[in-house]
């Protein structure tokens, strides 16, 4: 049958949350998820979605999915910022995170997105080899990513 490319549905989530998971051990992080299943379900199903999700299935099974929201740049205009393409551990290595990746560029397409932005850990080498051989990435050493946690936030 083939991968196919669909957008998410709610009872989709828990599959989300576990390859959430999946990714937070791979990148060495296994205690930073703190994000719940009622929260994925009222910040991507709610009266107000803030986020889309792709999933990649085959034979009714997923296998990776994209998770991506919009953003607008004051230089450009509207964005789509990648959150994580997330491919199981099993499945990696058959061309589900190119087609995952494809899909979200015709999004951006489709909605006539200005630029598409997301981040790779400096050691993921295989993916960022596989942004810069595949797609021409520009991977931008020249900004540093800033943040406050939500610990830091209600501390000011």
Avoid at 26 to 53: C, M, Q, R, S, W
Avoid at 103 to 126: F, G, H, S
Wanted: charged share 35%.
């Amino acid at each position: 049958m083939g991968i196919n490319i669909r957008k998410a549905e709610k009872d989709d989530l828990p599959e989300v949350l576990e390859m959430i998971k999946e990714l937070a051990v791979y990148e060495k992080a296994p205690d930073e998820v703190t994000v719940t299943l009622e929260e994925l379900e009222e910040d991507g199903f709610g009266d107000n979605p803030i986020y889309e999700t792709f999933v990649a299935e085959e034979d009714n099974v997923i296998k990776g999915m994209a998770f991506f929201f919009y953003s607008y740049s004051t230089w450009k205009g509207k964005c789509i910022y990648l959150e994580d393409i997330i491919v199981k551990e099993q499945y990696r290595g058959k061309g589900i995170g190119e087609k995952l990746f494809d899909a979200l560029i015709e999004r951006c397409k489709k909605d006539n997105a200005k630029r598409l932005m997301w981040q790779v850990l400096d050691w993921n080498t295989p993916a960022i080899e596989f942004y810069k051989k595949k797609y021409n990435a520009h991977v931008d050493g020249g900004w540093l990513n800033c943040k406050l946690t939500k610990e830091e936030i209600d501390k000011i």
